[in-house]
Antibody
């Protein structure tokens, strides 16, 4: 079964760090385009970051310089290292797969919740 | 403010047809980048509803259809059912931002 499972969310103080994990099963992350998308409480979807199959990485301006996406092919897992967290980073973070570039995100995890608060 | 503009809400009676618009610009939809649509039920992850402007993934009813023209795209739902009442989002690529962009979302109410 094709599946994504996120973990690593939690409560963190402003300025703190968290690392989210996205474990894939049923397919290989190395040959797909893997994304992180977040949704603040009561708000819409916001693309955060992407790891392309070729190894390139991309970030939304709102997280550039603070978040880092990475991939461990041996674990078939994608990570999102989040540093210098702000209250506005509070959201449910989803991991999502694109099989081909700009073909739509066809597989989503259930999400993990990040709360940034003192 | 989202790069792609959607109406905050639309409504229709059971059995009717509704459309949801998604307006972009020359750096995204107008540049020819494909548009995708997602349906998100409360408390759940988004689900791909339409990809590449007008294609339905396996399992999506043919009541759902999409189109793209110029700097805009549309999602049409025919034969409205109570279960269609939820949130819908459009998505495309923006060359100016070098990343994906979503619409602000549209809440569909079935009267």
């Amino acid at each position: 079964e094709v599946q994504l499972v996120e973990s690593g969310g939690g409560l963190v103080q402003p300025g703190g760090s968290l690392r989210l994990s996205c474990a894939a099963s049923g397919f290989t992350v190395r040959v797909n385009y893997m994304n992180w998308v977040r949704q603040a409480p009561g708000k819409g979807l916001e693309w955060v970051s992407a790891f392309y199959s070729g190894g390139n990485t991309y970030y939304a301006d709102s997280v550039k310089g603070r978040f880092t996406i990475s991939r461990d092919s041996s674990r078939n897992t994608v990570y999102l290292q989040m540093d210098s967290l702000r209250a506005e980073d509070t959201a449910v973070y989803y991991c999502a797969r694109e099989s081909n570039w700009n073909d739509g995100m066809d597989v989503w995890g259930k999400g993990t919740t990040v709360t940034v608060s003192s | 403010q989202s790069v792609l503009t959607q109406p905050p809400s639309v409504s229709g009676a059971p059995g009717q047809r509704v459309t949801i618009s998604c307006t972009g610009s020359d750096s995204n939809i107008g540049a020819g980048y494909d548009v995708h649509w997602y349906q998100q039920l409360p408390g759940t992850a988004p689900k791909l509803l339409i990809y590449d402007n007008s294609n339905r993934p396996s399992g999506v009813p043919d009541r759902f259809s999409g189109s793209r023209s110029g700097t805009s795209a549309s999602l049409a739902i025919t034969g409205l059912q109570a279960e269609d009442e939820t949130d819908y989002y459009c998505q495309s690529y923006d060359s100016g931002l070098s990343g994906w962009v979503f619409g602000g979302g549209t809440k569909l109410t079935v009267l």
